[in-house]
Structure formats: structure tokens, C-alpha cells
């Protein structure tokens, strides 16, 4: 029986269930100290009463809202609607939701969400912030004093973060292309300030290094994920006179640019250069020829996240950061062929 309002309460539940307030309380704040007795009983009582909590009440009491705030630079960026509603799954199942905003890449911007989150009670945060490095951005993460996750970002070292191997996915890239011949192979990515870029940096020369290759610095070309700077630095890097012979796409987003670069040089994939793009796409899969890619599960990111979250709101207060590194996998297409045997000027 519902109360008089026909809305049933906290206390209808504690009847119908035959336990207390306190221990229906518990259950709806997933207190480890509840027995699976009382648990199975409470949530039979709330399914049998369709009750529903006023959470806007249960905040108000306990000071903790339910909420984690998520802040990325554009969901339409390949991947991050999985890890989105990875996260959200796992949020969902555990009595939260997720608030999600778009930060557009602008630091400033990030500044003030992470304010906005931190004023509406979000009680942790998971964030691919634009900025490992700028001070006030940081100070903001600090002053919002709620468990934050990082993903595919490595700094603060403070927080916890859930990273991609994208050093170890350029190795296997160019492992494979050196058995194909090539020998004069670029990596366009994004500036070195952000993980993902200096990553692929670092795996980019060690995978050189390894394979008792010399290191071209004007085939390294760091500064934005964009399409378009993948599409300027292609356009520079075939018209060098020992221009490479195979290009790798460090970034998500890039790979549209270098294609239509290409393609504007009149060059053919793979019979004059070889290319590599990142992560799984239609385009990858369905251009003429397909691209082989480095990619990784960004469901698995944002799984792994949401339970580190989850692991510090539950009362783990560890100093020690949780960190995790997702593994990458290339996939080998048509886009990767024998080196060609001259490569000079384009007009």
C-alpha cells in the first residue's frame, strides 16, 4: 500500500520489505555493510511498489548526487559514443547517471565545465582534457575535490587514468612496414604536449631504433589531430625529394585529409605510398583499397573508467592512482604495400 498521495515512500518499502528505514537506505546508497538477504528483500519490495527515489531529496541529505560529470571534446569523434555508452552502462547499473558536455577543444572552455560539474554536486568526473599542462585547468581539477579519471591522458599524475598503448601500436605498424621494404616512413600526429601524440612519438623512434634504422626529423609532424593539418603536412611531406613511402596517421580524425592530399598529388595507395590510419572507421574499411589501421576498444576505455570511478566513490582512498593501459592491435589491409622502388619530387 502507497502513501496518501499514491506515491510510495522510503517507509512503505521498509513495511512491505519487513526491514528497517535505515536498511532500505543502505541498499539505495550501495552500502557494502547490507547482507544479500536484506538487499534481495528491499529490491523485491521496490519492484512489487515501483517506487522511485527522490533523488533530488536523497542529495540534499547525503551530499552526494548520483551524477558524474563527463567532459570531451566532441562526441561525433570516432569512438567516443562507445566509450560514452560504456560508461554510461556501468554508471546506469550502479544507480548513476552521466552528464556529459563537449568542451570543443578550447582549454577555456574545459575551465569552465569542470566549474559547472563541481556546482552541480557531480560526484566524480571523467575527462579527456585538451590541456595536460595548463595551470589554471589543473587548479579547477583540484578545487573540485571528487575522484577524477582521466582517459588517454597521463597528467595530473594524480588522478587516476585509463590510457591507450599507442606506442606499442606504431611498433607494430612499422615492424610490418619495414618488412615490406620501406624504409622512409612519416607519422603525422598531434602536438607532443597531449599523451596520445607524444606516445606515437616515442614508439615512432624506438621502433627505428629497434630496427637499425635512422631517424628522419622531417618525417615527424606534430601539432593538431585535425583533418586538415593531416592534409597540409601530406601535401609537404610528397613533395620533399626523398619524400617517404609510407605515411602513418596519428590521430583519429586526420585520416580524411591525408587521403584527399594524396589523392590531389595523384598518388595511388598502396602502389606509390602506404598508409596507416588510426582506429576503426567506415572510411578505413570501405575506401578503395581499405586501410589497415592501429586500433583499440574504446568500450573497453570506457568501461574501465567508470569502474575506477566507481572504486573511489565506494570508499577506496588510496593515494595510489589507479592506471591502466587499453592494449592496441594493427590491422593489416591493402593500403600497405611493397615499398616502391624510386619516390622523388611532385609536381
Known amino acids: 500500500m502507497a502513501s496518501e498521495n499514491g506515491a510510495p515512500t522510503i517507509i512503505d518499502v521498509a513495511r512491505v520489505a519487513g526491514v528497517s528505514v535505515g536498511s532500505v537506505s543502505r541498499v539505495l546508497n550501495s552500502n557494502p555493510s ?10 523485491k519490495a521496490i519492484a512489487e511498489l515501483d517506487y522511485r527515489p527522490n533523488t533530488a531529496a536523497q542529495s540534499m541529505r547525503s551530499q552526494v548526487s548520483k551524477t558524474v560529470g563527463c567532459i570531451i571534446r566532441d562526441i561525433d569523434i570516432l569512438g567516443l559514443a562507445s566509450f560514452v555508452r560504456a560508461a554510461h552502462d556501468v554508471f546506469l547499473e550502479a544507480g548513476y547517471a552521466l552528464l556529459l558536455s563537449n568542451s570543443e577543444g578550447r582549454v577555456e572552455r574545459e575551465r569552465q565545465l569542470i566549474s559547472v560539474m563541481a556546482s552541480r554536486r557531480a560526484d566524480a568526473l571523467l575527462i579527456a582534457q585538451c590541456s595536460e599542462t595548463d595551470p589554471e585547468l589543473i587548479a579547477g581539477l583540484e ?15 594524480w588522478a587516476d587514468a585509463v590510457t591507450i598503448d599507442h606506442r606499442g601500436g606504431i611498433r607494430r605498424a612499422i615492424g610490418r612496414l619495414v618488412q615490406l621494404g620501406h624504409t622512409r616512413i612519416a607519422l603525422i600526429t598531434g ?10 612519438i616515442i614508439g615512432f623512434k624506438k621502433a627505428h631504433e629497434d630496427l637499425g634504422l635512422a631517424v628522419n626529423p622531417a618525417y615527424i609532424r606534430a601539432g593538431s589531430f585535425q583533418a586538415a593539418f593531416g ?3 601530406t601535401s609537404l611531406l610528397v613533395s620533399l625529394e626523398n619524400r617517404p613511402t609510407a605515411i602513418l ?29 588510426t ?13 589497415s589501421v592501429i586500433k583499440w576498444n574504446y568500450s573497453d576505455v570506457g568501461r574501465t573508467a567508470a569502474r575506477f570511478a566507481l572504486d573511489r566513490l565506494r570508499g577506496n582512498n588510496s593515494p595510489a592512482c589507479n592506471r591502466l593501459i587499453v592494449p ?7 593500403s600497405c604495400g611493397a615499398a616502391p622502388k624510386t619516390s622523388g619530387i611532385l609536381g
Do not use: C, W
Open 191 to 200: 602536438g607532443e604536449a597531449l599523451f596520445p601524440a607524444r606516445e606515437r
Open 328 to 334: 592496441t592491435e594493427f590491422v593489416m589491409r591493402e
Open 231 to 233: 592534409y597540409e603536412q
Open 279 to 291: 582506429l576503426n572507421s567506415d572510411l578505413a574499411e570501405l575506401y578503395e583499397p581499405p586501410i
Open 143 to 157: 578545487r573540485a575535490k571528487v575522484p577524477i579519471v582521466l582517459f588517454d591522458r597521463e597528467h595530473p599524475d
Open 249 to 277: 596517421a596519428g590521430g583519429i580524425e586526420m585520416l580524411p585529409g591525408i587521403i584527399r592530399a594524396l589523392r590531389m598529388k595523384g598518388l595511388s595507395i598502396p602502389q606509390d605510398i602506404s598508409l596507416v590510419g
Open 34 to 43: 547490507v547482507t544479500a538477504r536484506v538487499s534481495s528483500k528491499v529490491r
